[in-house]
C-alpha cells in the first residue's frame, strides 16, 4: 500500500511475469473481488490491463476509496483480493487463483468525541484534552494525527 503524502491511499497490485510473451502478448484483465467471494468484475478505469505501461511493468495503483463503495465495496478489515488474466490474440486464459494475503481495506476514521478546554483562572494558557481513537473508530489503520480547528 502506497501514500502519496497528503494524497488519497492507494493499493498497489502486482503480478509475476509469465514465462513465455505469446502468453499475454495484448494483456492482462485484472479482476477485482467483491464482498461476494464467487464474484471478480474488471474494473478498466481503474486497472486497464491493456495499457502499454501495465503491461510492462504488470502492477496498478488502485484509490483505496475503490473498495468504500458501488460494485467492490468491501468492509474495514477485508482483504482486497485480485485475479489475472493472460490475454493474447488466440483469446483469454483461465483467471489465476486469488490471493490469500496481502492489503486489507482501511477507511477514514470516525468522528472526533467533542474536546474538552480547560483553562487557569490567572493564567492565558489553556489546555485541550480529547479522547483517542480505538478499534474500528480508527478506519483500521494507525492515527497520525490531529488537525485542531
Not at 464482498?35 to 486497472?47: G, I, Q, R, T
Not at 490475454?87 to 481495506?105: C, D, H, L, M, Q
Request: aromatic share 8%.
Amino acid at each position: 500500500m502506497l501514500s502519496d503524502g497528503l494524497k488519497e491511499l492507494r493499493v498497489r497490485i502486482s503480478w509475476a511475469r509469465p514465462s513465455r510473451k505469446s502468453d499475454y502478448s495484448k494483456g492482462f484483465k485484472i479482476l477485482i473481488g467483491t464482498k461476494d467471494p464467487k464474484v471478480f468484475l474488471e474494473n478498466k478505469a481503474s486497472c486497464d490491463g491493456q495499457i502499454p505501461g501495465i503491461i510492462a511493468t504488470r502492477r496498478c495503483y488502485l484509490p483505496m476509496s475503490l473498495f468504500w463503495g458501488g460494485v467492490h465495496r468491501l468492509d474495514q478489515g477485508d482483504l482486497i483480493r485480485f485475479k489475472i488474466v493472460k490475454v493474447n490474440f488466440a483469446g483469454e486464459s483461465p483467471a489465476s487463483v486469488p490471493n490469500t494475503r496481502g492489503i486489507t481495506v482501511e477507511k477514514q476514521p470516525a468522528n472526533m468525541l467533542p474536546p474538552d478546554v480547560m483553562r487557569g483562572a490567572m493564567s492565558f494558557k489553556f489546555n485541550i484534552k480529547w479522547p483517542k481513537l480505538t478499534g474500528d473508530d480508527t478506519g483500521g489503520s494507525a492515527i497520525m494525527g490531529y488537525n485542531l480547528q
